[in-house]
């Protein structure tokens, strides 16, 4: 089993920076990617960016020069740098690590206000 728990969330106005991070914790040898997505009210859940373990890393594409998505090699933890926040990124944040399995965070609050 891992289990993954998010930190990092807040409030920050439009162009402002945060910086979200997961800790994993268990079988994390087994862990094959990790991945933040997001999911705002009304709206399903969707991907935001995922790293591998050979460290390939994908984007949504709204976030794209935008967001960074970086990990400690042991998997220990996953981070997430958000640059030029804008309203629209306003969401509940979740990490996700696929390990042969799946496991997902309580999730974290980012609000972008404008």
């Known amino acids: 089993q891992v289990h993954v728990v998010e930190s990092g969330g807040g409030l920050v106005q439009a162009g402002g920076s945060l910086k979200l991070s997961c800790a994993a914790s268990g079988s994390t040898f087994r862990i094959n990617a990790m991945g933040w997505f997001r999911q705002a009210p009304g709206k399903q859940r969707e991907l935001v960016a995922i790293?591998?373990?050979?460290?390939?890393?994908n984007y949504a594409d709204s976030v794209k020069g935008r967001f960074t998505i970086s990990r400690d090699i042991a998997w220990n933890a996953v981070n997430l740098q958000m640059n030029s926040l804008k309203p629209e990124d306003t969401a509940v944040y979740y990490c996700?690590?696929?390990?042969?399995?799946?496991?997902w965070g309580q999730g974290t609050q980012v609000t972008v206000s404008s």
């Open positions: 790293i591998t373990s050979a460290g390939r890393t």
């Open positions: 996700n690590a696929q390990w042969g399995g799946s496991s």
